[in-house]
């Protein structure tokens, strides 16, 4: 297969200034980034601080797979227990790694923010790229928004209870206590993202380096002190502990914990635009960062299992955070639970930073095609900052407003956080069919750095059919038949979502929006 998957590395002359050499310039990048921007017709806005060590720190911190896992491994610890856990981990990682690798070959073809929308323009049949594109950018501007608001609630809440950690007997967690820190972290980001921007790369590099090291730390702490359960238990006892009548049918939904640790690699295709040497970089970068974090967050989800014991007992945290109390009952002390679970924390503070950056590119990178409402404002790069400082605030506004939510519904707040699941893979969905069309039809394939070869549609459809199934698992309940107030209405929010999307195409989008394809030049 190896020899199958190309790779060249030969620099392309460049069509614009600087086509006879390949001299970097640090806004233009090489000449190959200055070609690409060319033929998509984009004028190169911001400047490139990101080199492969940063762009990789990047999407390891946003994706930020093994903390995720803590996080969410209740999911399926509920729904198939710890082999379904496990397993069903493994089986979304290697899932994941045929559909980033799929992504990776697009984003070599066409390193922009826009990404998925934009792929969807130039690879859809000619009569359906324009309304196809336009849907998949409104979803993924909302998904990412979305996602960028749920990081920050996260952290929040993950702030909560270390202090309920620290102050058992005195503190007490109030809904508006996690809007107001997730508001905080909001701003936070949004200071990073702008007073900080130049300086992102090398944050990215150092947060790479702690992200490590706090793993190898907490896996030998936990290997060390915590009481280990029977092997032969943890990786071969499925539950049903959501009710759904067989334990095969109760694993299938806890999949969800395996898919959401490993979501939100195109993360770095929407930093593209500030990535030197992009076509070639992009490809090594989503490729690696799924391979490593998923290998560090199925290692930790082991360790977890094999350290859990009660889990009757971790539901019943005071904590509400199922990994604190794990560390609690390892250490037996409420300093070193807080030492280790500050890491995890401050890691998904960063990881929101990294949120915040990808939400506003892929906001500004739409706005520039004239697809939403105030186009002008949302795509406008303020001369000196070299970013979308307006898509970046706007993005604190909504993660400020949703986290309002969290004082009335909890479970609104969850609900419409989801969005950001569903949105993201119906994005990969479209972008990787339309590349199957291509193949499949003979259709002339853009020349790229980095190419799959005549793997390239076995290995598409296999993504496809993976994230089809993951999209629907990421429909379901947690559990048949459930109360209103735990009822998964992300398929609501989801239609209605698609239902205003093509309202607003028909009324107004379709009169503005000629989609990124109509921007193309031809360079043969």
């Not at 999911?75 to 493994?90: D, E, K, M, P, V």
């Not at 939403?372 to 400082?389: E, L, N, T």
């Not at 609900?415 to 119906?426: E, V």
């Not at 005549?454 to 947690?478: E, Q, R």
């Amino acid at each position: 297969m190896a020899n199958d998957i190309k790779t060249d590395l030969q620099p392309c002359e460049s069509p614009i200034d600087g086509a006879e050499s390949d001299g970097l310039d640090e806004k233009q990048g090489n000449s190959m980034d200055r070609a690409n921007m060319y033929r998509m017709g984009k004028v190169q806005e911001m400047r490139r601080n990101f080199r492969f060590v940063s762009i990789f720190g990047f999407s390891m911190i946003l994706m930020a797979s093994w903390e995720a896992a803590l996080s969410v491994a209740i999911i399926g610890l509920i729904n198939g227990g710890s082999a379904g856990l496990i397993w069903g981990y493994f089986i979304c990682w290697m899932g994941f790694i045929l559909v980033n690798t799929s992504m990776a070959e697009m984003g070599s073809m066409a390193p922009t923010s826009g990404g998925q929308y934009h792929w969807a323009s130039e690879f859809a049949p000619r009569e359906h790229q324009k309304v196809i594109s336009y849907l998949m950018g409104w979803l993924a501007v909302l998904g990412w928004q979305a996602l960028a608001a749920s990081t920050s609630f996260v952290a929040g809440t993950q702030i909560q209870g270390l202090l309920i950690l620290a102050y058992p007997d005195t503190y007490g967690p109030e809904p508006y206590h996690g809007t107001l820190l997730s508001m905080a972290l909001a701003a936070f980001s949004v200071f990073f993202n702008t007073v900080l921007s130049r300086k992102l790369p090398l944050i990215e590099g150092i947060v790479l380096i702690i992200h490590i090291f706090a793993f190898i730390g907490i896996l030998v702490t936990l290997w060390v002190l915590a009481p280990l359960g029977d092997a032969s238990v943890v990786f071969t006892e499925f539950t049903d502990g959501g009710g759904w009548g067989s334990a095969g049918a109760s694993t299938i939904v806890g999949l969800l914990a395996g898919a959401l640790p490993l979501l939100g690699a195109d993360a770095a295709v929407h930093m593209s635009e500030e990535l030197r040497d992009a076509s070639r970089t992009l490809p090594k970068t989503m490729i690696l960062s799924t391979i490593i974090n998923g290998a560090m967050g199925w290692l930790m989800i082991i360790t977890f299992c094999m350290c859990l014991g009660s889990l009757e007992d971790i539901l019943a945290s005071p904590t509400g955070q199922p990994f604190m109390q794990v560390f609690f009952n390892a250490t037996q002390n409420a300093g070193s639970a807080i030492a280790m679970a500050s890491f995890i924390t401050a890691l998904t503070v960063f990881c929101n930073i990294t949120m915040v950056a990808t939400a506003s590119r892929q906001l500004f990178a739409f706005a520039r095609d004239q697809a939403v409402p105030f186009s002008s404002f949302f795509a406008h790069i303020r001369p000196g900052w070299d970013v979308p400082a307006n898509s970046i605030f706007f993005t604190f506004i909504v993660s400020s407003l949703l986290a309002l939510i969290n004082i009335g519904s909890p479970v609104a707040l969850n609900s419409i956080t989801s969005l950001s699941t569903t949105s993201l893979i119906s994005t990969y969905i479209v972008s990787i069919s339309c590349i199957i069309w291509r193949r499949a039809t003979g259709a002339p394939m853009l020349k790229s750095p980095f190419t799959l070869g005549k793997w390239g549609l076995p290995i598409n459809i296999a993504s496809v059919v993976f994230l089809v199934f993951i999209l629907v698992v990421a429909f379901m309940p947690s559990s048949p038949n459930p109360a209103p107030e735990l009822m998964n209405w992300n398929i609501l929010i989801y239609g209605v979502v698609m239902l205003i999307s093509v309202a607003y195409f028909f009324a107004k989008g379709r009169h503005h929006y000629a989609g990124p394809v109509a921007y193309v030049r031809q360079l043969e």
